[in-house]
């Protein structure tokens, strides 16, 4: 009589000598999964930490659509907001935790409205949930228009989406009196920091994965044939202010951050995810996906997470050309500028 | 150099191409200087019949930097020399060479939030981005106009507000080589979006204060355009030329109140 239990005829790659010592095949590595993958035609927004932004360039080089909702003429393009606010479907800028995420999709649907939504400077009002934007608003009446007219540019991107794409950074936040969840420490970039008004929280594993829920039910609120698309950092964190070693407060956190993926998935069985955290902190990461600083991840680390994201194709696809640096309105505006400009004149008035 | 009989257009073509040229009255009580909206004063003149408009008009090549160098040193200097107000006519275009057409990526500026009449999402881009591309793209050249202007009174002048859609078309399609330019992009006239004109007033509105903000931090005085210039948010179609962007004389005539009435002359 033959002994059977549920090992035998367990995939090769379930294996560990089979499917690691013999050689990784990158994309048997989200098999098993909950990952729908992603199409040539569908229509991408993404959101979250700045790894969250390396997967633009692919998605563009792939053919596959990247919303983007609050974008500029190129003629002011050489004035660049910083820290990335164009690097995402619109320009919220990175958000690094499940809760920001959350209250970002609260506030386009009217839901939530932080206590404290702006710091007052000399030259400006600052957005506390986008505090590195170079260019700010002067007034009360324009600070309201400039919010309300990124909320709802936010909410049309994900209106838009066949697919939502989550990317979770950190379980270490600060937070308002009201809960409302900042991007970064106030203080860092901009703002004061108070003791008094602001604290220091680090999201459990429960909290994230009530989050992910929260953010699912909320992006089918707004855009019911959406796919909810979760994947996790690799990076380490920047600081911790734990007051552990910042070694070990990253893996406490990203450890959080991958339970809770899995817990939400048990919970709520349309989120997908992608292993971007395994593919460039697994035992069969390649050499050189990280730089020397340990916390950069290379552009062959971004090509390998990419190749298991679209395929070997959608990460050697040609770059495209640049794109032309006027447009072809702004190049006939100028036409009729110049038609109409100084020596041209001489004749307009005989 | 000293300002010359009254010209007029007619020889004004041949003088504009070699050197800078004084036109207008032979005892002003201003000399205007400046970019291409200074036709419209030139304009003013020849409407009176070259009779008794209190301006002269610096006409002259502006193309490139040595012209440009050659023509502000001209007005500096005459207006010196005469002890006479110098009115500058900065630029006024910029809003219509980078934004007369709307391009793909639509935006608006506050207050303009809409709603559109075609229904389309504008996302407004901050106020402060905008001074800061006019900044960068118009105003460096007058400022080294203004530090060469010490001891000098000097007046800047308000330029033309947008115009209506309409006139603007109308401009537009007398302008063979945009029409050859817009084929040539592969489009035609008819299927060019305009910037709405909300947006555009505001645009024209940021150019208008940082002219002001300038003659300030320069002790000059800024001229703003009247309240009866506009019509429906647009320069009013009598004070229009037939194009996408210029004033005619009667606009002229009324900036030169405004200015003349400033200066309490």
């Known amino acids: 009589m033959t002994m059977t239990h549920p090992y035998q005829g367990i995939p090769r790659y379930s294996r560990w000598k089979q499917g690691v010592v013999d050689g990784v095949e990158t994309s048997v590595l989200t098999a098993g999964l909950r990952f729908r993958g992603l199409q040539s035609d569908d229509r991408v927004f993404s959101a979250g930490s700045c790894f969250a932004s390396n997967i633009v360039p692919y998605l563009e080089r792939a053919g596959i659509t990247y919303i983007r909702t609050e974008k500029r003429p190129r003629v002011l393009s050489g004035l660049v907001d910083g820290l990335g606010y164009e690097n995402f479907s619109a320009r919220f800028g990175n958000i690094y935790t499940s809760r920001q995420f959350l209250q970002l999709l609260l506030r386009c649907t009217d839901q939530w409205r932080p206590r404290e939504d702006r710091w007052r400077t000399d030259r400006g009002l600052i957005d506390p949930f986008r505090p590195g934007l170079a260019f700010i608003a002067s007034s009360d009446a324009e600070f309201n228009a400039l919010t309300g007219s990124h909320l709802l540019a936010t909410r049309a991107a994900i209106e838009e989406a066949t697919v939502v794409i989550f990317t979770l950074g950190l379980t270490e936040a600060w937070q308002a009196t009201d809960g409302s969840v900042f991007p970064v420490c106030p203080g860092t970039i901009a703002g004061e920091f108070d003791p008094a008004k602001h604290h220091f929280m680090n999201l459990s594993t429960n909290q994230v994965a009530e989050d992910l829920i929260a953010c699912h039910a909320q992006i089918l609120e707004i855009n019911g044939d959406a796919r909810f698309l979760v994947t996790v950092s690799p990076v380490p964190l920047t600081a911790t202010a734990t007051g552990k070693h910042v070694v070990v407060a990253s893996l406490e956190s990203k450890s959080i951050l991958r339970a809770a993926v899995s817990e939400a998935q048990a919970r709520q069985k349309e989120i997908d995810y992608f292993p971007s955290y395994e593919l460039l902190m697994g035992w069969q990461t390649p050499p050189g996906c990280w730089d020397k600083d340990m916390r950069t991840v290379t552009r062959a680390g971004l090509d390998y997470v990419m190749s298991a994201l679209l395929g070997a194709e959608g990460v050697t696809s040609k770059d495209q050309p640049a794109q032309a640096h006027m447009s072809r309105a702004e190049t006939l505006s100028q036409i009729i500028s110049e038609a109409e400009c100084d020596e041209a004149m001489y004749g307009k008035f005989a | ?265």
């Not at chain 2, 010490?150 to 007046?155: D, H, K, P, Q, T």
């Open chain 2, 1 to 265: 150099m000293s300002i010359g009989a009254a010209t007029t257009m007619l020889e004004l073509v041949s003088i504009a191409e070699v050197a800078p040229q004084w036109v207008g009255s032979r005892s002003p009580v201003l000399l205007i200087a400046g970019h291409s909206h200074r036709g419209a004063f030139v304009d003013y003149f020849n409407r009176s019949g070259g009779g008794n408009v209190p301006v002269a008009i610096l006409e002259g090549p502006m193309g490139d930097d040595s012209d440009a160098s050659s023509y502000w040193s001209t007005a500096v200097s005459t207006a010196r020399a005469g002890g006479l107000p110098l009115a500058i006519v900065w630029d006024g275009n910029r809003h219509i060479a980078h934004f007369l057409l709307e391009s793909d990526e639509m935006f608006s500026v506050f207050p303009a939030t809409g709603p559109w009449k075609d229904g389309l999402r504008r996302p407004l881009i901050p106020r402060s981005l905008l001074r800061e591309f006019f900044v960068v793209h118009s105003l460096s050249g007058l400022r080294t106009v203004l530090k060469g202007c010490a001891g000098l009174s000097v007046i800047l002048l308000g330029t033309p507000p947008p115009k209506s859609d309409d006139k603007v078309w109308l401009g537009a399609r007398r302008e063979r080589m945009l029409i050859e330019a817009a084929e040539r992009l592969g489009m035609t006239l008819s299927a060019l979006r305009l910037t709405p004109l909300p947006v555009r007033l505001e645009l024209w509105k940021i150019t208008q204060e940082l002219l002001s903000e300038i003659a300030d931090e320069f002790g000059a005085m800024f001229v703003a355009v009247p309240a009866s210039a506009f019509s429906n948010g647009a320069l009013a179609p009598r004070l229009s030329v037939e194009d996408a962007s210029h004033a005619n004389g009667l606009w002229a005539e009324i900036m030169v109140r405004e200015a003349t009435r400033a200066l309490g002359a």
